[in-house]
Nanobody, 124 residues
Framework: QVQLVESGGGLVQVGGSLRLSCTAA????????TGWFRQGPGQVPEFVVA????????YAIDSVKGRFTISKDNAKNTVYLQMNNLKPEDTGVYYC?????????????????WGQGTQVTVSS
């Protein structure tokens, strides 16, 4: 049984920073595609960024490029999402999710394992 646990969310002012963590139990992240999604009230989960492939390729949506960074610590079996220069539109519940292969996808349905989510609120 694979379990993902996110942490690090909170309330931050515009322009602030947060670092989200996602720790896996039951399986290593390895080369499996791991992504971060966010969901606003009444909205479907939105793909934000993913790391995939044996070389750790990264794909991020345009609105977070230059502000969000995904990284992985294999020794801690943890994936991070560093978020800088946060904006009100970044508000939402952030989910870590991982696939059962190393192919890239931005579709929520392609991700097999999900964490419980962590709330990020950016106030203006």
């Amino acid at each position: 049984q694979v379990q993902l646990v996110e942490s690090g969310g909170g309330l931050v002012q515009v322009g602030g920073s947060l670092r989200l963590s996602c720790t896996a139990a039951g399986r290593t992240f390895g080369d499996y595609t791991t992504g971060w999604f966010r969901q606003g009230p009444g909205q479907v989960p939105e793909f934000v960024v993913a790391m995939y492939g044996s070389e750790g390729s990264i794909y991020a949506i345009d609105s977070v490029k230059g502000r969000f960074t995904i990284s992985k610590d294999n020794a801690k079996n943890t994936v991070y999402l560093q978020m800088n220069n946060l904006k009100p539109e970044d508000t939402g519940v952030y989910y870590c999710a991982t696939r059962r292969n190393s192919a890239f996808s931005r579709l929520p349905g392609d991700y097999r394992y999900w964490g419980q989510g962590t709330q990020v609120t950016v106030s203006s």
